[in-house]
């Protein structure tokens, strides 16, 4: 895990919080997404670690602080080592 930082709709796919980044970038572009209590735009917006992202899943907001960025879209176990939950 070198890279200190990662496109916000990157990461939304890594950490598998959307199937594709096409989607990520949907839900970013509606302004669905918050990082650090601002709503965000720009897919180009950089997470890193420490980060905290709100986001609709499942008709509830989610809000997690990111531990580390992921590499690569693998495994759930994987995906979820890269967040914590905080609400």
Same mark, same amino acid.
């Given at each position: 895990m070198a890279d200190t930082t990662l496109r916000l709709d990157q990461f939304l796919c890594f950490a598998r919080f959307a199937?594709?980044?096409? =989607?990520?970038?949907?839900?970013?572009?509606?302004?669905?997404i918050r990082l650090d209590g601002r709503t965000i735009h720009k897919s180009s917006a950089q997470v890193k670690v420490g980060s905290v992202l709100? =986001?609709?899943?499942?008709g509830a907001v989610r809000v997690v602080r990111v531990n580390a960025i992921p590499l690569r879209r693998g495994p759930v176990p994987e995906a979820q080592s890269c967040y914590t939950d905080l609400v």
């Amino acid at each position: 895990m070198a890279d200190t930082t990662l496109r916000l709709d990157q990461f939304l796919c890594f950490a598998r919080f959307a199937k594709t980044r096409s =989607l990520a970038q949907a839900l970013i572009g509606e302004g669905h997404i918050r990082l650090d209590g601002r709503t965000i735009h720009k897919s180009s917006a950089q997470v890193k670690v420490g980060s905290v992202l709100g =986001l609709p899943v499942g008709g509830a907001v989610r809000v997690v602080r990111v531990n580390a960025i992921p590499l690569r879209r693998g495994p759930v176990p994987e995906a979820q080592s890269c967040y914590t939950d905080l609400v």
